[in-house]
């Protein structure tokens, strides 16, 4: 997959921008706060529809603008490929004076707006590398989550768009549950609740499938991310991953979970099992949950819990125990996205070397293989000083190298 | 960009209109300008006895000049099933596929806790003393759109029609996932018709 050009509107520092990509290696540099990880993160949000630094897309509109986008034109590496042109508008409803019934998100697919956000997913794949990575081991599970559901909607669109009507039926429900919590005087025991048993047997369906896709994935990740720990660690640490579901569908019985294991595409009783047994859970929780107003258990409160030697990483790691924890986990995102897509994702490698040793700089660039990359530094010669004598066959060929500079939101294209 | 006093007027009220923003509501305020005098005229007679002529067909709820409606009060068609819909334009959707020959329920919206629109905002009580008032229902067919809402709304239906013994069943997903019945074209949603589930 290579990506062939970008054209960016009211995104970041860049009200307008239009860049042409070379097939290899394309270095941006100039000094920090210049825009050189804005270029990186308008890349990654073209894959993934998120930001890797924030979560709030109004953030990401130019100071004084009521939208942005995002456009880039990619290739596929198949046989015979033509160019495909994918964009993604953002309108800020508060400040947009267009029409009122516009929607928010739009995504486009060869200049037809498609009619649902989750079509747009699968279309282009890109794995980023950044200093935010070490977020995965450091922070909560939501990181997690959000780590192990981008991945499963680039391989499977249709998750993408389980979890947001997952999320929809669970924001109805919890306010419902307030609704609940104001009606005062009322004691709720394990009675049947009509207004809520809608929305929980709505949700059930959707809270199964997430389950058993995270349980698939996770399996993978797993399997990937010690393999890659191996290597980086010079196999003195055992790192493991196993995906926590608050739910208990964990608990179920063995043969459910040998049911569980052997694909993604689980047979229709095991869905049924998992959906009547979160049902009887919602039930059983019912009144803890208008007590706070919010559902507590749910795949909206798992995690992909990861331990160094059988101790908890965020707890017990250092700071290079924990980096290489999550360059393994990075890696793992690479490895199985091209297994699944049968296509080598753009890598996108913003500012990530200088907080690796020479050990893992290795383990990385060995994993870039003959894909398109994307490298931000401040120093030019970066590339040919530090990284063309760790991996000499990537950077020999200075015609395969661009560079770019980055200075106060411009970019000029140098030798 | 200022207009006369009336004009802005004009923009402001075609604003309040859903779906109208301030570029839409500044074209239509231009349109309506350059209306001849007896366009004007038709334009605003019609709203005007539009809205004075327009009830609520104590049947099925769907807007009508006559009570019971049209459809209501048609004897030819089986008065033994009942299409549930969120809006009236979608009772005009299916019978554009000339497939359906039951009658209607309008509900005029979708439970949705976050937008403040409660169960009881919807014309579901009316449902159900409809039920009771006729016992040659035999089938209700939920055909609420299949967004989170509308597969919310037509979960609770279900589960308090079905102990009545009333077949109740849901249009069947020949729709794309989380799609319109408006946005549906004739033959799919015909086939989805045909092809609903018990539920
Ligand atoms: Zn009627």
Known sequence: MRVLSL??????????????????????????????????????????????????????????????????????????????????????????????????????????????????????????????????????????????????????????????????????????????????????NHQSIPELDAWDSCMAPYAARIIIQRKHFSRRIAECAARFHDNISDQKETLELRYHTVTGVNELGDDFKTLLMPNADPNPEVLYEIESFLLSKWKQTQSDDIDKGVTGIGPHRDDLEISLNNLNIRLYASQGQQRSAALALKLSELSILQEETDEMPVLLLDDVFSELDAYRRMALLKSLGESQVFITCTDRDFVSKELRPLCPSMFSDTDSIRYFHVREGRIEVTD | MRYSPSVTQLIAELAKLPGIGSKSAQRLAFHILSLEKSQVKDLTEAIVSAHHNTRLCQECQNYTDEDPCAICSDTRRDRSTICVVESPKDVSTIERTREYKGLYHVLHGVYSPLQNVGLDALKIKELFSRLQRHDDIREIILATNQTAEGEATAMYISRLVKPSGIKVTRIASGLPMGSDIEFADDITLSKALKARHDF
């Not at chain 1, 073209?46 to 709030?56: E, M, Q, Y």
């Not at chain 1, 015979?80 to 739009?106: G, H």
């Not at chain 1, 009619?115 to 279309?123: A, E, P, T």
């Open chain 1, 7 to 188: 054209h960016l509107e009211n995104f970041r520092n860049y009200i307008a921008l239009d860049l042409e990509f070379g097939s290899r290696v394309n270095v941006l540099y100039g000094y920090n706060a210049q825009g050189k990880t804005n270029v990186i993160e308008a890349l990654y949000l073209s894959a993934s529809v998120r930001s890797h630094r924030t979560s709030k897309d109004k953030e990401l509109i130019s100071h004084g603008k009521d939208y942005y986008k995002v456009c880039i034109d990619i290739q596929s590496d198949r046989h015979n490929s033509r160019s495909e042109s994918l964009a993604l508008a953002f309108y800020d409803a508060e400040k947009s004076i267009s029409n009122i019934s516009k929607k928010r998100r739009q995504a486009f697919h060869n200049s037809i707006e498609l009619d649902k956000i989750s079509r747009y997913f699968g279309l282009f794949n890109a794995v980023i590398f950044a200093p935010e990575d070490l977020l995965l081991i450091k922070e909560g599970p939501s990181v997690r989550r959000r780590f192990m559901d981008i991945l499963i909607s680039q391989i499977r669109p249709s998750y993408f768009y389980d979890i947001q009507q997952y999320s929809r039926f669970l924001n109805q429900r919890n306010r419902v549950l307030k609704q609940l919590r104001a009606a005062t005087g009322k004691i709720f």
